[in-house]
């Protein structure tokens, strides 16, 4: 059974940072490409960042490039977002999956910015 464990979300002041984890389980996590991707309050989902199976490139949305880096340790079947200089529009609910979301979505983890 494939499941995504989405953590790491809270509050952050403008500014601040945090770091999401995304726990995979169920399937080969070395073998596919992952991404984070983000819904705001009335808004469309976004996608934010994604990573090739092997780490050897990543993308980002130009909202969020040079303040957010994703990583992944395919030993501990996990991906992270790095997010630092968050700023009041990147308050959404992440989710992570494949880029085609083709695994089950898990319930997310809200990001907060405010001061």
């Known amino acids: 059974q494939v499941q995504l464990v989405e953590s790491g979300g809270g509050l952050a002041q403008p500014g601040g940072s945090l770091r999401l984890s995304c726990t995979a389980s169920?399937?080969?996590?070395?073998?596919?490409?992952m991404s984070w991707s983000r819904r705001a309050p009335g808004k469309d989902v976004e996608w934010v960042s994604g990573?090739?199976?092997?780490?050897?490139?990543?993308d980002y949305a130009d909202s969020v490039k040079g303040r957010f880096a994703i990583s992944r340790d395919n030993a501990k079947n996990t991906f992270w977002l790095q997010m630092n200089n968050l700023q009041p529009e990147d308050t959404a609910v992440y989710y992570c999956?494949?880029?085609?979301?083709?695994?089950?979505w898990g319930q997310g983890t809200q990001v907060t910015v405010s001061s």
């Open positions: 169920g399937f080969t996590f070395s073998d596919y490409a």
């Open positions: 999956n494949h880029p085609e979301g083709i695994f089950s």
């Open positions: 990573i090739y199976s092997d780490s050897t490139d990543s």
